[in-house]
């Protein structure tokens, strides 16, 4: 069973960043395709940032320029740094792959952008 531990989120006023992490453990030998996804209030969730396997990335056009995913494979850990931040990107952040089968969703960190 793999387990997805997501930390770094908190209250930041807009313009401000922060740097999320998030840790698989349990069943797993390596990470290899990653993504951070959101969920705004009464929203679905969306996905926003993608690692492929190769190391590649891409961003969804609400983020893009302002979010960058990172991995540490040697860790199993998923980094997100965000900066410019608006106050629509107040949502629980999570990770976890980007295409089935995912892994079981962690608890997510919840990010709010207020002044």
């Known amino acids: 069973q793999v387990q997805l531990v997501e930390t770094g989120g908190g209250l930041v006023q807009p313009g401000g960043s922060l740097r999320l992490s998030c840790t698989v453990s349990?069943?797993?030998?390596?990470?290899?395709?990653m993504a951070w996804y959101r969920q705004a209030p009464g929203k679905q969730r969306e996905l926003v940032a993608r690692?492929?396997?190769?190391?590649?990335?891409n961003y969804a056009d609400s983020v893009k320029g302002r979010f960058t995913i990172s991995r540490d494979i040697a860790k199993k850990t998923v980094y997100r740094q965000m900066n410019s931040l608006k106050p629509e990107d107040t949502a629980v952040y999570y990770c976890?792959?980007?295409?089935?089968?995912?892994?079981?969703w962690g608890q997510g960190t919840q990010v709010t952008v207020s002044a």
């Open positions: 690692a492929t396997s190769s190391g590649r990335t």
């Open positions: 349990g069943s797993i030998f390596s990470i290899n395709a």
């Open positions: 976890n792959r980007p295409d089935y089968p995912l892994f079981p």
